[in-house]
């Protein structure tokens, strides 16, 4: 167990909709990262937040937008879905310049 | 160009041999270098982190950075059925960290 928790675990809806992901960081970290992984792209960096501010953008897409709290969780949402936005998302969260932990990852499918 | 290169494999190898894993990558801003494994559907998880050239060693595995070549190994000794998996090379450039594809490796017992 890392120690980051993502919900929902599975998650299927229709093309157009909007949906939310979220990642609790381990207990301490105030890095959190965001990554989709499809089998054609693998491992793609969409976003990092620090103690709730933006700090790095990578592929992410308009329709897609992330947030840090407060309370250090952070929320991924996903909208106006197409197919091809189906993939294990995952979130990792780290302290400092460390080890990046990860989650379990979010299975969306996009019918 | 993409920033990091892995062959995706699959690479099957009998069990016992040694494995060999490969990267390279084009940007010399990167500054630490690590080895991730993946197990299905599971979350990644770190095996080697390093930040200069030349090996570190951690049990039967071992991680060489060549800086000068852009080129980033990992070396799996006495290979086991139990590391079968998808192996990740990951590279820190600043707060962002690339990944490469994975390469999926089989181990045949």
């Known amino acids: 167990d890392s120690g980051v928790t993502q919900t929902p675990k599975h998650l299927i809806t229709a093309t157009g909709q909007r949906v939310t992901l979220r990642c609790s960081p381990r207990s301490g970290d105030l890095s959190v990262y965001w990554y989709q992984q499809s089998l054609d792209q693998g491992l793609q960096f969409l976003i990092q937040?620090?103690?709730?501010?933006?700090?790095a953008k990578g592929n992410i897409l308009e329709r897609f937008s992330a947030q840090q709290f407060p309370d250090l969780h952070s929320e991924l949402n996903l909208s106006s879905l197409e197919l091809g936005d189906s993939a294990l998302y995952f979130c990792a969260s780290r302290v400092g310049a460390g080890e990046l932990f990860f989650g379990e990852g979010s299975r969306l499918t996009v019918l | 160009q993409k920033e990091v290169e892995q062959d995706p494999g699959p690479l099957s190898v009998p069990e016992g041999a040694i494995v060999s894993l490969n990267c390279t990558y084009s940007n010399s801003a990167f500054q630490y270098f690590m080895w991730y494994r993946q197990y299905s559907r599971k979350g990644p998880e770190l095996l080697m982190y390093?930040?200069?050239?030349g090996n570190k060693e951690d049990g039967r595995f071992t991680a060489q950075v060549d800086k000068s070549s852009k080129y980033i190994s990992l070396f799996i000794r006495d290979s086991q059925p139990s590391d079968s998996a998808t192996y990740l090379c990951?590279?820190?450039?600043?707060?962002?960290?690339?990944f490469g594809k994975g390469t999926r490796l089989h181990i045949l017992p």
């Open positions: 990951a590279m820190n450039r600043d707060d962002k960290i690339i």
């Open positions: 937040y620090y103690n709730g501010e933006e700090r």
């Open positions: 390093t930040y200069s050239s």
